[in-house]
């Protein structure tokens, strides 16, 4: 099933390589950074090439380091089913479908804050001024409560990463070959791609809706993998359709 490396995989993981290597020589990581990755689209930092550029950033060795070997343990075999072509269209929409679901669920709790904010008296110019100096105002805190952290760390926030992309390329792998067996590296015991890759899933959403981290680290985009494992099984759904409509007229 996997033989080698496929070209696509191999180009997409030069350029996050590439990426990467820029990020810790290039401005002393923080240029890098404050160009590539994805801000909040209300932050003065956000720049619309960053909804592309986000997927090819990482934050640490760590974190390519194991982005990487995903890509080319499942990409390499999901390209050798689409071909070249269709894997990049597949991997790219994958990504921008998990930082649309990213910045969606940010949204929420960015415009829940700011409308208890504007109900309580505050102005929103002197909100927005006050969060793009860094800063909040701690009269904000007994206003908003519980919702104190969800609408500075929204405005505030940055996204890096492959993992939405490969969330989708995942979820291609699971429905080309469900019988496949995996296993985490801290729980060696094969499972089935079918039900391995849909408990995944729902980790993912379990830890993006309630915020209690399982196995990443606390700092996770969980909803961004959620909307990449989305956007993934939506696409494979249509062109599947697609193939079987197509056979059926023919």
Known sequence: ??????DAVKHLLIINVVMFIGTL???NGQAFYQWFALYFPKNQMFEP???LTHMFMHGNLMHIAFNMFALWMFGTAVE?????????VFYLLSGFGAAIIQVAFLYIQYNTGMTTLLESGFSQTEIINVLSEGKYNTNWVPALGDNFDGFVGAFNSTMVGASGAIMGVLVAFGMLFPESKLMLIFLPIPIKAKYFIPAIIALDLFSGLTGQSIFSPSNTAYMAHVGGALTGFLLM?????????????N
């Open 1 to 6: 099933m996997r033989q080698g490396i496929t």
């Open 237 to 249: 759904y249509f062109w599947k359709k697609n193939e079987r409509d197509k056979y059926r007229w």
């Open 80 to 88: 050798q089913v689409f071909g070249m072509k269709k894997f990049i």
């Open 49 to 51: 090439w960053q909804i």
């Open 25 to 27: 020589v290039i401005g």
